[in-house]
Nanobody, 121 residues
């Protein structure tokens, strides 16, 4: 079992930055692939970024490549999503996800409660 708690969301102007944090309790991140998904109003949940169990492989949605960075904290029980050059279309609830398998998907077992990110134009 793992519990995930996101923080760091908020309101920011277009072009600004936010850093989301995901704190995990239970088993360590080395047992799980980690990732971030988001869901905007009226839209389906979509993949944003992921990190392998070892932490050495990352992946990003094309729409965020070069602007968003997923990383792991030194204590290895926190995962971050650094979001730069934010756009209004990035407005969504962002969810932290953990999966004992190789990759995270929309059917992954462990989800946080979500944190709202709002980007004003």
């Amino acid at each position: 079992q793992v519990q995930l708690l996101e923080s760091g969301g908020g309101l920011v102007q277009a072009g600004g930055s936010l850093r989301l944090s995901c704190a995990a309790s239970g088993r360590t991140f080395s047992s799980y692939a980690m990732g971030w998904f988001r869901q905007a109003p009226g839209k389906e949940r979509e993949f944003v970024a992921s990190m392998s169990r070892s932490g050495d492989i990352t992946g990003y949605a094309d729409s965020v490549k070069g602007r968003f960075t997923i990383s792991r904290g030194n204590a290895k029980n926190t995962v971050y999503l650094q979001m730069n050059s934010l756009k209004p279309e990035n407005t969504a609830v962002y969810y932290c996800v953990a999966d004992p398998n190789v990759v995270v998907t929309t059917t992954s077992r462990y989800w946080g409660q979500g944190t709202q990110v709002t980007v004003s134009s």
